[in-house]
């Protein structure tokens, strides 16, 4: 398992169209199709992925998202730097998460507009790419939160992953 697997697989299940391509992720997410193609062959063979269905098996990913994410990809957390702000008040007003200061973070980007302590992304193309689409940069958001919140923090992730996953509809 990489780190790209699991970028693969949220914008798999953000995008909810069957008939993605190699081709159409690796532009999207700035991966190369081979390294498309491999991440999702790895995700076929740990059951994340169906590859017959050509779809995400959703309750295993959100399993592994909860209670593995944090020990196979543990958060590496940097300097303060410029970057993409990861913040969970994205989710509205009443789901607002308190931070101060010193505990903003950020996915380090030159192209960024906020400071932050710098939290290194998944994937490098995370950054960019979340900049480009308002539900993926929410699922990164929780995953991240996963990764790296507090256990108050990592409650509110895994409240919104049910809806977010289409879990039981």
Not at 26 to 39: D, F, N, T
Not at 131 to 152: C, E, H, N, Q, S
Request: a positive charge; one cysteine or more.
């Amino acid at each position: 398992m990489k780190p790209q697997d699991i970028v693969i697989l949220s914008y798999l299940v953000v995008m909810k169209d069957d008939k993605w391509t190699f081709q159409k992720l690796s532009s999207e997410l700035i991966i190369s199709q081979s390294e498309c193609h491999a991440a999702i062959q790895r995700c076929g063979v740990s059951g994340l992925f169906n590859n017959h269905f050509r779809k995400v098996n959703k309750m295993a990913f959100k399993d592994f998202l909860i209670s593995g994410l944090k020990y196979v990809f543990p958060p590496k957390v940097g300097k303060v730097t410029r970057g993409v702000l990861m913040d969970a008040k994205v989710f509205g007003k009443e789901n607002t998460i308190i931070h101060d200061d010193q505990s903003n973070y950020v996915w380090p980007f030159v192209k960024g507009r906020d400071k932050g302590q710098g939290l290194e992304p998944l994937y490098y193309s995370v950054p960019e790419v979340v900049l480009k689409d308002i539900k993926f940069y929410k699922f990164m958001v929780l995953v991240d939160l996963l990764r790296i919140g507090t256990a108050r923090e990592r409650a509110f992730a895994v409240s919104k992953f049910d809806n977010l996953l289409e879990i039981n509809k």
